[in-house]
């Protein structure tokens, strides 16, 4: 499971919820950009090493 720190505490807290926790937190800020370019950030990211 991924997460992208979208959401502040929300995602976080309601996953612990349920006992999960993400295998991988990536933050990346939206800032003015489209919805395509936060979606090429993300993707470029996975390529990364942890």
Aim: proline letters at 6%; charged letters at 20%; hydrophobic letters at 35%.
């Amino acid at each position: 499971m991924i997460t992208t720190g979208q959401h502040g505490d929300v995602v976080p807290e309601t996953l612990s919820c349920f006992g999960l926790r993400p295998d991988i937190e990536q933050t990346v800020r939206r800032g003015n950009g489209s919805v395509a370019e936060l979606t090429a950030g993300l993707l470029s990211r996975l390529d990364s090493p942890l």
